[in-house]
């Protein structure tokens, strides 16, 4: 079975301080990952998507960037945290391809990682 | 435009009495697949439902039905016989697979709470 894991859970910085959350996926290969973040009582919106190593999209200017070393891991960065970061961070895979089968569509996500930015 | 609407910020239920949450979205592609999410207050995100595009009856998962309407382009989330555990806010999502490079658009989420 595939598991997705994120870390770390919470995590309290202080403003210019640079930033790291990983994510990997096990029991899949190729997928697709993304990077989604959550205002507080909001919705999502989605920072970056990836469909393979090294290749990363970024749907919104911001002073985040994102990267894919390896085929199931995803890495979320800043080099200087700004307060409008705080957030609640979600990582999450798909499969890869276009059908309309329920497997391959779904959107499975991590466990989130709180960021507060001080 | 807003790809996916959810009108209700928040609902409220009777324990074990069923509740709709309402999800209208906009495209033209074809096809495309529509989710309900569900997000507790631990934050997790709880796949619970999908529908294609093209399939012709309505989605089933245990307490939880999607009453699609293609030409309305509504996808709203019924479930049955609500428990105190479904107190969450639900997420209606959409991917269209030929445009938009295939990435999935969420509204802005349904916080249900139930009553005892």
Known sequence: ?118 | AQKITQTQPGMFVQEKEAVTLDCTYDTSDPSYGLFWYKQPSSGEMIFLIYQGSYDQQNATEGRYSLNFQKARKSANLVISASQLGDSAMYFCAMREMNTNAGKSTFGDGTTLTVKP
């Open chain 1, 1 to 118: 079975s595939q598991t997705i894991h994120q870390w770390p859970a919470t995590l309290v910085q202080p403003v210019g301080s640079p930033l790291s959350l990983e994510c990997t996926v096990e029991g899949t290969s190729n997928p697709n990952l993304y990077w989604y973040r959550q205002a507080a009582g909001r919705g999502l919106q989605l920072l970056f998507y990836s469909v393979g190593i090294g290749q990363i999209s970024s749907e919104v200017p911001q002073n985040l960037s994102a990267s894919r070393p390896q085929d199931r891991q995803f890495i979320l960065s800043s080099k200087k945290l700004l307060l409008s970061d705080s957030g609640f961070y979600l990582c999450a895979w798909r499969a890869g391809g276009s059908t309309l089968e329920t497997r391959q569509n779904t959107i499975y996500f991590g466990e989130g990682s709180w960021l507060t930015v001080v």
